[in-house]
């Protein structure tokens, strides 16, 4: 799905507009360049995406109010060039290579330094890689990307399930990282959740294998928790909607039933909001301590630790 910010104006993602406050989430009324850029998402408004964060049941940071903001459109070269920089983002967006080796700080800055006219506008007649490094952005492509069609016949043979943690996953990962092999074959190939795939990182397979075996009770919680919070919430959307529905239909907005149905609505979002907490700590722990394990096991390859 597209969302438009509403202070560079391009089109964008939306994870772009993702937040998070206190394990809540967030939608933000402007993108996380413009974010990064100290532009202040409470004092924007935006429509549609306040709409979105309504029936999605999460907070909008934004105003619903007129606003004196000032949208970096009106002031920058990102409305010249709206064509350009809304292409280059959604090629980064869609290339697991390039996320998985700039980070999205990194990627952000070089787009506001050529926001900016310090650095070039990315050219689109040249390829992604091309542009990143216009951009003075590195990143390796070589013999690594896998066609959709392999990326789809691998999602079907793993039934969209992470083969590390069995939630549900539909990132491809390479089992030897690319960063220590160039295999693209399918007995390379596996399918993992976005946080296996990114916690894995550089890890050699066998590494982190070994240490994943040793989570298997926390696995099967993290699998558990999923499966309730993914219950719940289709549960208090569809309560929801059928709330809106009996508004819309009598054309009260108040009466007992309606104030009865809230109230159990509202319990029901509490216990979301804490299941969802309970659910992250144990997901950071668990982050934790693979990445630990790994710092660990390379500062004792250098030598650092005897
Ligand atoms: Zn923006
Ligand atoms: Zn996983």
Redesign the pocket.
């Known amino acids: 799905m597209k969302l438009q910010?509403?202070?560079?104006?391009?089109r964008?993602a939306s994870c772009?507009f993702k937040g998070r406050l206190a394990a809540r989430p967030q939608l933000m009324s402007?993108?996380?360049?413009?974010?990064q850029?100290g532009?202040p998402a409470r004092e924007f408004t935006n429509p549609a995406i306040a709409a979105l964060a309504e029936i999605q049941l999460v907070t909008f940071v934004g105003t619903k109010a007129t606003t004196s903001a000032v949208?970096?459109?009106k002031t920058s070269r990102?409305r010249r060039y709206r064509k350009q920089y809304e292409s280059f983002l959604h090629a980064f967006d869609h290339s697991e290579l390039a996320m998985k080796q700039i980070p999205r700080q990194r990627l952000n800055q070089a787009v506001l330094a050529s926001e900016r006219g310090e650095l070039p506008v990315p050219d689109l007649t040249h390829s992604l890689n091309e542009q990143l490094a216009q951009l003075g952005l590195v990143a390796t492509f070589q013999l690594n990307e896998v066609s959709y069609l392999t990326r789809a016949q691998i999602r079907m043979k793993y039934h969209y399930r992470c083969q590390y943690c069995g939630r549900r996953g539909d990132s491809i990962d390479h089992m030897d990282p690319v960063s220590r092999s160039h295999n693209n074959t399918l007995a390379n190939l596996t399918l993992a959740c976005h946080e296996c795939n990114r916690t894995k990182g550089n890890m050699p397979y066998v590494f982190f294998c070994r240490l994943n075996a040793k989570l298997a009770p926390i696995n099967q919680q993290l699998v558990a928790y999923e499966q309730t919070l993914t219950a719940l919430k289709s549960k208090l959307q569809a309560q929801h909607q059928a709330l809106a529905a009996e508004v819309h239909l009598h054309g009260v907005i108040q009466s007992p039933g309606l104030n009865q149905q809230r109230q159990v609505n509202k319990q029901l979002q509490d216990v979301l909001d804490s299941l969802q907490s309970d659910y992250e700590v144990l997901c950071q722990q668990r982050r934790d301590y693979l990445v630990t394990s790994w710092q660990l096991a390379q500062a004792q390859q250098r030598g650092d630790i005897i």
């Open positions: 910010c509403a202070s560079c104006l391009l964008m772009h402007i993108c996380d360049i413009c974010l850029a532009q949208p970096v459109a990102v």
